[in-house]
């Protein structure tokens, strides 16, 4: 994670913006309860009759490895990015970071 944030900043001009788009897991228990048997169970099954069932598999184990927001607004922070907002979407399924990189 800390490569890709610094690789973003190397190509971002100063004072330029970005977003970053991302799934997330919801923090309300029913919300969470559906997420799960939607993105574990649901989403494979269909992706599987459809297309490549591995990469529905791997779509929500890959969430697993993800650092919990405050984590990751630090990270921007400390590769050169000011302003950073997290924002959850869609009851919690998505999350949104904003930022903007640090004139120098």
Known sequence: ??????????????????????LSEPESGLFRLGYRLWA???????????????????LPRSLAYLPPADEVVRLLEQEGFCA??????????????TATRTKR
Not at 1 to 22: C, F, Y
Request: proline share 4%; glycine share 10%; no cysteine.
């Open 1 to 22: 994670m800390r490569q890709a944030l610094a690789e973003l900043a190397r190509v971002t001009r100063p004072g330029g913006r970005i977003s970053l788009l991302d």
């Open 40 to 58: 574990n169970g649901a989403v494979p099954l269909i992706g599987a009759a459809l297309s490549d069932r591995d990469a529905y598999h791997y």
């Open 84 to 97: 950073v907002e997290h924002e959850l979407l869609t009851a919690g399924v998505s999350q949104l970071y």
